[in-house]
């Protein structure tokens, strides 16, 4: 091959590297967001939990 061809496929190679570092950086993102979503989510289960337990014992005492 010539050095303008070897040239060519590096310089492809070199944007597919850009395009899989690029998607996984989103896809890292996508999973921490997740995973935040996830914790908030947890959270706001227990406070519900603590929300309908106190809300029965409240009528109980009635």
Do not use: F, P
């Not at 890292?28 to 603590?50: A, F, P, Q």
């Amino acid at each position: 091959m010539t050095n303008m061809k070897l040239a060519y496929i590096e310089h492809i190679i070199q944007l597919l590297i850009c395009k899989i570092e690029t998607a996984k950086a989103q896809t890292d993102n996508t999973w921490r967001d997740l995973e935040s979503i996830r914790s908030n989510l947890s959270v706001l289960s227990k406070v519900c939990d603590e929300w309908i337990v106190g809300e029965g014992r409240q009528h109980d005492g009635d």
